[in-house]
Every structure is written in structure tokens, then in C-alpha cells.
């Protein structure tokens, strides 16, 4: 089992930066490839970037590619989403999510067993 809550949303100018942080509880976590997925009003919810356990592996949807990257620190059980150069096309709820163990990344939302409450993220123009 693997609880997680994610941090550090907000209201932000485009052009500013974010950095979204996602603590994981669990014996797995170590052995979890974990992903952040997005939701905008009236729109489905849609992958954002996902990191192998190792973090050797990235993943990411082209719409934030040289713009957003996604971390892990294994000590502290946390994911990190940085965000740079943000436009208002990013506001959304952000969420993180984990797959089973030993199962390798994925941009597909129903590959995720586990999911936070989200952290809403707002870019004004």
C-alpha cells in the first residue's frame, strides 16, 4: 500500500517556476514507478511525466517537454515535479500517482494503483 500527498501548488504569473512535491508512504515506494497527471476543468485527466524506480527512466508528454522534469529522492520518499516557464495552458489540479511494484513507467492513468488528493496549480496571464 502507498499513501501520497502532494505540496506545493499555487497562483503563479506565466513565465514563473513551481516545484510540486509529492511524499510517499509505504514499504514500495522504493520500488514504484511513479507519474504526474493533470486535470483542467470540464477536461480529462491527462499524463504529465513519469520516473522509473530508479529514476533512470523519464517520461513526458510533449506539451511541457524542456519545461517541466520529474525527480525522485529515495531518502526522503519524494517525488518532485519542477515546473519552469509556465503558461496559463498549464493550470490544473496535479496529481501523483504510483504504480504496483516492479512495474515499469507508464503514461496510462488506469496502469496506477495509487493516487493523491492533488495540488492545484494556477498560471495567470
Known amino acids: 500500500q502507498v499513501q501520497l500527498v502532494e505540496s506545493g501548488g499555487g497562483l503563479v504569473q506565466a513565465g514563473d517556476s513551481l516545484r510540486l512535491s509529492c511524499a510517499a508512504s509505504g514499504r514500495t515506494f522504493s520500488n514504484s514507478a511513479m507519474g504526474w497527471f493533470r486535470q483542467a476543468p470540464g477536461k480529462e485527466r491527462e499524463f504529465v511525466a513519469a520516473i522509473s524506480p530508479t529514476g533512470g527512466s523519464t517520461k513526458y508528454t510533449d506539451s511541457v517537454k524542456g519545461r517541466f522534469a520529474i525527480s525522485r529522492d529515495s531518502a526522503e520518499n519524494t517525488v518532485y515535479l519542477q515546473m519552469n516557464s509556465l503558461k496559463p495552458e498549464d493550470t490544473a489540479v496535479y496529481y501523483c500517482?504510483?504504480?504496483?511494484?516492479?512495474?515499469?513507467?507508464?503514461?496510462?492513468?488506469?496502469?496506477?494503483?495509487?493516487w493523491g488528493q492533488g495540488t492545484q496549480v494556477t498560471v495567470s496571464s
Open positions: 500517482a504510483a504504480r504496483p511494484a516492479y512495474c515499469s513507467i507508464s503514461s496510462s492513468a488506469n496502469e496506477y494503483a495509487y
